[in-house]
């Protein structure tokens, strides 16, 4: 890194916020794109990325205006690519496409998947080499409308109510940060709530975890944290030494937390798997013009971002990108 920038800190204090800020010490801005998920699709938005080759070509433009990590879910060719699937050779593939394309890019793989997705068949994405995954904490409850797929699109010939529970216990958690730690793969602990941090306490006092903990932040979901600076800011307040923060704003507070997580020192998440749209009413065309806004809004903010070079140094994952 150019500069020895302090990558945690006491972030209750005003004092040492004033200290880092004045003296231009914040950290450089890591950016992780969401480039799909694993709900809607292109039913929601056409640009949403759903084959492997999509979402390698919708990570390069992401990677090339500035992000540092890819957040990967895989679809199933099966149904049409409407569905995620837990599939280690279809994620295999997919990585392979995207380290083809971005040679340094850190490749993060979700082990949320989709409504309905058994723990096996989650685990799938741990061992298809990724560097990092998503290791989600505590359990929530959702409901959601998705929408038939027309047209040239397959999968879902009608609107479909999804209900689900989307369960993560103590030993599930364990289970996910055991096959992470054996596998070399850095954790991206998504909380929802802060009753979240009991599940975190417990793998740290298990040493299922290594420091820097990269924590993310996920308001606004469906039983979660509701979306607002406040609530935010008192998650934080319990943060063990040697948190670092992403924050993940869905759909409409997509901008306003992402910018404040700026503001605070944070790191940040966008994409479309996050927020279909780029402003009111207007759906965004790619996952790169998320990325070039966050890049914009965070040169106003005389934020650096990260190269994907520091970002590994800062989250302490290999300099030497994983070949496939």
């Known amino acids: 890194m150019s500069k020895p920038n302090k990558l945690t800190w006491d972030y209750g204090s005003p004092r040492e916020y004033l200290r880092i800020h004045e003296k231009f010490e914040m950290p450089p801005l890591i950016i992780t794109c969401a480039i799909t998920g694993g709900w809607q699709g292109k039913e929601a938005n056409p640009n949403v990325p759903e084959t492997p080759e999509e979402q390698a070509k919708s990570t390069l433009e992401a990677y090339e205006a500035g992000a540092s990590i890819v957040h990967v879910h895989a679809r199933d060719p ?7 699937v837990g599939s280690k050779e279809i994620y295999y593939d997919i990585n392979k496409r995207i380290r083809e ?28 080499k990724p560097e990092m995954c998503s290791l989600n904490m505590g359990t929530m409850v959702q409901r959601g409308l998705v929408k038939a797929r027309t047209g040239a699109l397959k999968g879902r010939d009608k609107d479909q109510q999804v209900e689900t529970v989307f369960k993560n216990t103590y030993t599930d958690t364990e289970r996910f940060a055991k096959e992470m730690l054996d596998h070399n793969v ?37 039983s979660a944290t509701p979306p607002t600076p406040w609530h935010i800011m008192n998650q934080t307040t319990y943060a063990p030494p040697d948190t670092m923060f992403n924050i993940i704003g869905i ?49 106003e903010l005389n934020r650096p971002v990260a190269t994907p070079s520091e970002a590994r140094e800062m989250l302490g994952i290999s300099k030497t990108p994983t070949k496939y």
Request: charged share 20%.
């Open 186 to 222: 850095k954790p991206e602990m998504e909380t929802f709530q802060d009753g979240n941090w009991f599940l975190i306490d417990n793998l740290i006092n298990k040493k299922l975890l290594k420091p820097p903990y990269w924590v993310c932040l996920v308001p606004g979901m469906q």
């Open 101 to 128: 394309l971005c040679p340094d890019i850190i490749i993060n793989n979700t082990t949320g998947g989709g409504p309905g997705m058994s723990i096996e068949e989650r685990l799938q994405a741990v061992y298809a």
């Open 78 to 84: 099966k149904k049409g690519y409407a569905d995620a």
């Open 251 to 299: 759909g409409v507070h997509q901008v306003p937390l992402t910018t404040f997580a700026m503001i605070m020192g944070w790191h940040v998440r966008v994409g479309l798997e996050d927020n279909v749209y780029y402003s009111r009413g207007v759906r965004a065309k790619s996952n790169g013009d998320l990325v070039a806004r966050a890049v914009r809004i965070a040169k």
